[in-house]
């Protein structure tokens, strides 16, 4: 019975042979593993992908093993190096992105402070204005209980 490499499977194959192998192994490994034509035009991803697929139409059933076991091979060889985990690109691209937030941050920050300065100020004009109010009021409310007082 025919069983030929899944989709997603020759997605994610492709992806990984792109990853671990350079134009030169990849034609290496797909010559080595019997596949049927020349070696494709195209990215890594492209040519493992469109030999994948041409497999697939070739040898339904031979090659899923085979494509299985090297992708085991390819993961038993891989070594971990904590020192090389996140490349300076990657770390300066997270940098760059939480410099741009921090800047967002500290415009919206600066905004509503001076906001915070224009409203206190606003406040303190508002009170100069009223004050004298309040205290005419209490000046005239004192002099009525002195004028009060009088008739008493």
């Known amino acids: 019975m025919a069983?030929?490499?899944p989709a997603p499977l020759v997605a994610l194959v492709a992806d990984f042979c792109a990853?671990?192998?350079t134009h030169a192994s990849l034609d290496s490994l797909f010559m080595y593993a019997e596949a049927s034509r020349d070696?494709?035009?195209g990215s890594k991803p492209v040519k493992a992908q469109s030999w994948l697929r041409e497999t697939n139409k070739v040898h339904p059933d031979s090659r899923t093993r085979d494509v299985?076991?090297?992708k085991a091979t390819c993961e038993r060889r891989f070594v971990y190096n904590a020192a090389n985990a996140v490349s300076n690109a990657d770390r300066n691209a997270v940098l760059q992105k939480f410099q741009v937030r921090r800047a967002i941050l500290e415009?919206?920050?600066s905004a509503g402070l001076n906001?915070?300065?224009?409203l206190a100020q606003h406040a303190q004009s508002r009170r100069a204005v009223?004050?004298?109010q309040p205290?005419?009021?209490a000046n005239r409310f004192a002099q009525f209980e002195a004028d009060l007082s009088v008739f008493k």
């Open 3 to 5: 069983k030929p490499i």
């Open 19 to 21: 990853e671990q192998e």
């Open 39 to 41: 070696p494709p035009a």
């Open 68 to 70: 299985l076991d090297w």
């Open 107 to 109: 415009k919206f920050l």
């Open 115 to 118: 906001e915070l300065r224009q």
């Open 130 to 132: 009223l004050m004298p």
């Open 135 to 137: 205290a005419e009021a």
